[in-house]
């Protein structure tokens, strides 16, 4: 297969063919093979990965310096742009400059929707959004779609219920289009409280795509049809008003006993952090749990996949 990813920015899902999505799950799977036989390899030796990470962050953070260095890569991992120049005053488009010069690619997670494009249009190296404010998450939503697609070998006719904060929730942006890019007859259940509905030009994108869906604030009334239910955070870090958030961040709040009447081949899945029990902790074993499991390791294939794909012909 030829290598349309070479030196491609990752930023928008938008900007990704099938085919595009098509290739990247084709290497992922020989990352996950290359990983579970040999460890890695030093495919990447002489290339630096610079992350800069505007906002908090565990997985995508670690998962990104593990695959550069599981592929023999270096790194320059800035999680937090504290005791950088940016202290100073530097702005952001010097600082973005300042990293071009010493690395291969850039990994910009920010704040603020548009950085991580922004930073594009100042380089002319492969820059990958992992995470800019309530916009999108790419890489998130290429292996949670990856992960579902494992699990059900394949997409089609799928019920996919997303549950939680779909107003402010970046992967939940971004997941809904991969998805309906994907998927033939796929169908989306929507469940959020009524002030943290999906946005409209998500929804409008989905439409146009020929993907159906429904809202609700009842996560009980759509279990048992759903295939997939992916739960998410409340955003605290979004809301100007924290009595507001205080009310809503246990809105939604997943146990075993809720599942019994749920379909067998059911998968729970979540982005992470859990952070206002969402999910109850008698899931976390539960065998139809992927969080703690299968939707971590397939994070970190496939950024070692997006690396190789974008840094090698
Ligand atoms: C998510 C994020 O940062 O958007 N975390 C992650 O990258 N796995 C989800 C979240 O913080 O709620």
Redesign the pocket.
């Known amino acids: 297969m030829k290598n349309s990813l070479f030196r491609k920015d990752i930023v928008t899902v938008e900007s990704l063919t099938t085919e595009d999505v098509e290739l990247i799950f084709e290497k992922t799977r020989e990352m996950e093979r290359l990983v579970k036989e040999k460890g890695g390899d030093d495919r990447l030796k002489g290339k630096i990965m610079a992350a800069l990470f505007y906002e908090p ?1 565990t ?2 953070f670690s998962s990104f310096i593990a695959a550069m260095q599981k592929l023999g890569g270096g790194i320059i991992p800035l999680n937090g742009m504290k005791n950088t120049s940016v202290e100073k005053g530097e702005s952001f488009k010097h600082t973005i400059q300042v990293f071009s010069r010493y690395a291969d690619c850039l990994v910009v997670r920010h704040p603020e929707p548009g950085m991580p494009a922004m930073a594009a249009g100042y380089v002319d190296m492969p820059v990958i959004n992992a ?1 800019d404010g309530i916009n999108e ?1 790419p890489t ?1 939503a290429l292996f949670d779609t990856y992960t579902i697609h494992k699990h059900f070998a394949g997409l089609d006719n799928l019920k996919v219920a997303l549950v939680g904060d779909l107003k402010n ?3 939940v942006h971004s997941l809904s289009q991969v998805l309906a890019k994907m998927g033939k007859n796929l169908f989306f259940h929507f469940v959020s409280p009524a002030v943290l509905k999906m946005p409209e030009e998500i929804k409008k994108i989905i439409k146009s795509s020929g993907t159906n869906f429904s809202e609700t604030d009842n996560l009980s009334s759509v279990i048992s049809e759903s295939d997939v239910i992916y739960m ?2 409340v ?1 605290k870090e979004r809301f100007t008003d924290i009595t507001e958030y205080e009310r809503l961040k246990s809105f939604y709040m997943l146990e075993k006993k809720m599942l019994n009447n749920a379909k067998k081949r059911v998968i729970i899945m979540h ?3 859990i952070a206002a029990g969402e999910i109850s902790n008698d899931l976390d074993t539960d065998l139809r749990s992927v969080y703690l499991k299968e939707q971590l390791s397939n994070g970190l294939y496939l950024r070692m996949a997006l690396l190789d794909l974008i840094l090698r012909r």
Do not use: D, F, K, V
Request: net charge positive; proline share 13%; glycine share 14%.
């Open positions: 962050s997985r995508t995470g998450h998130q929730g970046r992967t998410t955070r955003q982005p992470l952090p």
